[in-house]
């Protein structure tokens, strides 16, 4: 689902035709978005048989808090008809290297009815297309492979899914009467590109988001003075990529262009930069801890059981 995805800089169409061969259908919701965008011709440029679009409107008084994303997710997913629901957003992409375990793990567990979710790994990247964050915050792994069951719903702003039994369809940030799903891991990474934008469109799409969850009155606010690009800090600090991207993103990796505007030194920051969470010396304390001491990760957002 999305909504402004490509003038928001989304890798959308990679999203789709990363996952595309092992899929026997793919339904994507369309938000209306503003005159100036390309999304839903470049879906259909796409030119998949197995591709479903799904035109809609979004409500964010109806649906605040960013929840209209799990709203919107649910719309794309109660179009579908499979046994397992592969859900993507519009900036993760899979490598062509975990087709065939992603593929395998789902006929493994399709008649295991324990299992009601499959888990990813994640790789974060940051700023451009060599490096990514490994800090405490930044979650590890996430659902993105369900059952297709009517009480399974994407949950809070559509970061994850809980079993709801009766849900009225309306308040997704409930906690009472909702259940995490039982999940196994799949040995497979989702590389998540959402951090990788020019720097001023990194700031658009970060306000575009921040409407969704408060109001466009208050995020005028909220963002009245910040520069108009967004500054990733210093980028030796974070964490070197060595490997491949999907083949899919070759052409949409060939247009990066804003090197110059990124910041490759380790220590050198601007004195009035916005502090991400990485930035600040608790996540730094439990980010030393997690990979010098503990070797594991402390607590963080765990929206699932883990099955073994």
Same mark, same amino acid.
């Given at each position: 689902?999305?909504?402004?995805?490509?003038?928001?800089?989304? %890798?959308?169409?990679?999203?789709?035709?990363?996952?595309?061969?092992?899929?026997?259908?793919?339904?994507?919701?369309?938000?209306?978005? /503003? =005159?100036?965008?390309?999304?839903?011709?470049?879906?259909?440029?796409?030119?998949? %048989?197995?591709?479903?679009?799904?035109?809609? #409107?979004?409500?964010?008084?109806?649906?605040?808090?960013?929840?209209?994303?799990?709203?919107?997710?649910? @719309?794309? !997913?109660?179009?579908?008809?499979?046994?397992?629901?592969?859900?993507?957003?519009?900036?993760?992409?899979?490598?062509?290297?975990?087709?065939?375990?992603?593929?395998?793990?789902?006929?493994?567990?399709?008649?295991?009815?324990?299992?009601?979710?499959?888990?990813?790994?994640?790789?974060?990247?940051?700023?451009?297309?060599?490096?990514? $964050?490994?800090? *405490?915050?930044?979650?590890?792994?996430?659902? $993105?492979?369900?059952?297709?069951? %009517?009480?399974?719903?994407?949950?809070?702003? &559509?970061?994850?899914?809980?079993?709801?039994?009766?849900?009225?369809?309306?308040?997704?940030?409930?906690?009472?009467?909702?259940?995490?799903?039982?999940?196994?891991?799949?040995?497979?990474?989702?590389? *998540?590109?959402?951090?990788?934008?020019?720097?001023?469109?990194?700031?658009?799409? !970060?306000?575009?988001?921040? #409407?969704?969850?408060?109001?466009?009155?208050?995020? /005028?606010?909220?963002?009245?003075?910040? !520069? &108009?690009?967004?500054?990733?800090?210093?980028?030796?600090?974070?964490?070197?990529?060595?490997?491949?991207? %999907? =083949?899919?993103?070759?052409?949409? @990796?060939?247009?990066?262009?804003?090197?110059?505007?990124?910041?490759?030194?380790?220590?050198? @920051?601007?004195?009035?930069?916005?502090?991400?969470?990485?930035?600040?010396?608790?996540?730094?304390?439990?980010?030393?801890?997690?990979?010098?001491?503990?070797?594991?990760?402390?607590?963080?957002?765990?929206?699932?059981?883990?099955?073994?």
């Amino acid at each position: 689902m999305a909504k402004n995805a490509s003038k928001l800089y989304y %890798p959308m169409k990679e999203a789709i035709l990363s996952i595309l061969p092992i899929v026997d259908e793919f339904v994507v919701a369309i938000g209306k978005g /503003d =005159e100036d965008d390309t999304t839903l011709e470049e879906i259909r440029s796409i030119d998949s %048989p197995k591709i479903k679009i799904v035109e809609t #409107v979004w409500d964010i008084k109806k649906y605040p808090r960013g929840t209209e994303n799990a709203h919107q997710t649910d @719309i794309a !997913k109660s179009h579908c008809t499979g046994d397992w629901l592969f859900y993507l957003q519009a900036d993760e992409v899979v490598h062509e290297k975990y087709l065939p375990t992603i593929k395998a793990h789902c006929e493994k567990y399709l008649n295991d009815k324990n299992i009601e979710a499959l888990l990813f790994n994640y790789l974060h990247f940051w700023g451009d297309y060599e490096h990514h $964050r490994v800090d *405490h915050g930044w979650y590890k792994k996430e659902i $993105r492979i369900v059952r297709n069951n %009517p009480e399974i719903h994407s949950w809070e702003s &559509a970061q994850s899914f809980r079993r709801i039994p009766n849900f009225d369809g309306k308040d997704y940030r409930q906690q009472e009467g909702t259940f995490k799903l039982k999940a196994a891991v799949i040995p497979a990474y989702v590389y *998540h590109y959402g951090w990788v934008r020019p720097p001023r469109l990194m700031q658009t799409k !970060k306000k575009a988001l921040h #409407v969704i969850h408060v109001g466009e009155k208050q995020a /005028d606010k909220n963002f009245e003075g910040r !520069k &108009a690009q967004f500054d990733y800090g210093p980028l030796g600090r974070a964490e070197k990529f060595d490997g491949t991207h %999907p =083949e899919v993103m070759k052409d949409w @990796i060939a247009k990066f262009d804003w090197a110059e505007e990124l910041n490759y030194s380790k220590n050198e @920051i601007t004195p009035d930069r916005e502090k991400f969470k990485h930035d600040k010396l608790k996540y730094q304390v439990l980010t030393f801890l997690e990979q010098k001491v503990f070797k594991k990760e402390l607590g963080g957002f765990k929206n699932f059981i883990l099955v073994k």
